[in-house]
């Protein structure tokens, strides 16, 4: 069944067809979330109430775009909102951990090395994620973490594609430089 039609069920009140979309998305919602906000209990209470969101403005969705560009848009203005009400609680919105990586018993040292620098890794990249502006977190996001076409980002975000093209420039140059001087403090500790 295509989408557009699961949409439509979903819209005259079947629950199941709103469940399928539900699964269809869930994964990109909370991943936008989580990288915005970088807290898992957060990210997935945002994922929970931009769907009971989506699923109170459904009947006004008129196909006039895709729906995951309608329901991304929810997921960022939601998203929004939340990080306007809690600028206060910036602190608090940090991953401390990312779940470890179960590992077989043979070679579990050189398993353990690998996956302790490649947290060291995903830990940094998130560090400096974090320091940069909302509007260059949200770009990386969508083009490089959930891998949205300029033109949905364009949609979504309202602005020109070429808005969306320099922003996102700015946003990997900005990251890279971040990462660059973590990385150069970091050499020379050594």
């Avoid at 990109?28 to 979330?33: E, Q, R, Y």
């Amino acid at each position: 069944m295509e989408e557009n039609e699961v949409v439509k069920l979903a819209q005259q009140g079947d629950r199941e067809a709103f469940s399928v979309l539900v699964r269809n998305y869930q994964n990109k919602v909370f991943g936008l979330a989580i990288n915005i906000v970088h807290n898992h209990e957060t990210a997935d209470d945002l994922a929970q109430e931009i769907f009971i969101k989506a699923y109170q403005a459904l009947p006004r969705f008129r196909f006039q775009s895709e729906f995951s560009t309608w329901l991304y848009q929810i997921a960022i203005n939601h998203i929004r909102d939340y990080l306007r009400k809690h600028k206060k609680e910036k602190n608090d919105l940090r991953l401390d951990e990312i779940p470890e990586i179960s590992t077989e018993e043979k070679e579990v040292s050189e398993q353990l090395a690998d996956s302790q620098e490649e947290e060291q890794r995903k830990k940094l990249l998130r560090e400096k994620l974090e320091e940069m502006p909302e509007k260059y977190r949200l770009i990386l996001s969508l083009r490089d973490i959930q891998g949205l076409s300029y033109e949905e980002i364009s949609r979504m975000l309202k602005l020109s594609a070429g808005t969306v093209d320099s922003r996102l420039h700015r946003a990997r140059r900005l990251l890279r430089k971040k990462l660059a001087q973590a990385l150069g403090q970091e050499g020379g500790k050594r």
